[in-house]
């Protein structure tokens, strides 16, 4: 059984950067893809970025040219690297597996293993 475990959450001034980082232990993450969600308050999760086994990328169009997905197989890890914050981004930001060999695909039916969530919080 895989666990996720996401890390790298803050406070940040609008236009600030974080880089969030989600690690697995059990399982490793290679030949899987991976995906970043988040939740705001009162509102429901919803998809943020997507990475495939072979690195190929999806985005959701809010976050577009400000946040860069990446993962590191040999550290069974994905990163979010966050630029340009907003208030909007604010959020609790997850990590999940997806398929294996699968696409960077953006409904969540397509991904388990949930990590805990990282707290994101941007103000102006």
């Known amino acids: 059984q895989v666990q996720t475990v996401e890390s790298g959450g803050g406070l940040v001034q609008t236009g600030g950067s974080l880089r969030l980082s989600c690690a697995a232990s059990g399982r490793t993450f290679t030949n899987y893809a991976l995906g970043w969600f988040r939740q705001a308050p009162g509102k429901e999760r919803e998809f943020v970025a997507a990475?495939?086994?072979?690195?190929?990328?999806n985005y959701a169009e809010s976050v577009k040219g400000r946040f860069t997905i990446s993962r590191d197989n040999a550290k069974n890890t994905v990163y979010l690297q966050l630029n340009g914050l907003k208030r909007e981004d604010t959020a609790v930001y997850y990590c999940?597996?997806?398929?294996?060999?699968?696409?960077?695909?953006?409904?969540?039916?397509?991904?388990?293993?949930w990590g805990q969530g990282t707290q994101v919080t941007v103000s102006s």
């Open positions: 999940a597996r997806g398929r294996i060999f699968g696409a960077a695909a953006y409904q969540e039916y397509e991904y388990d293993s």
């Open positions: 990475i495939n086994w072979h690195g190929g990328t």
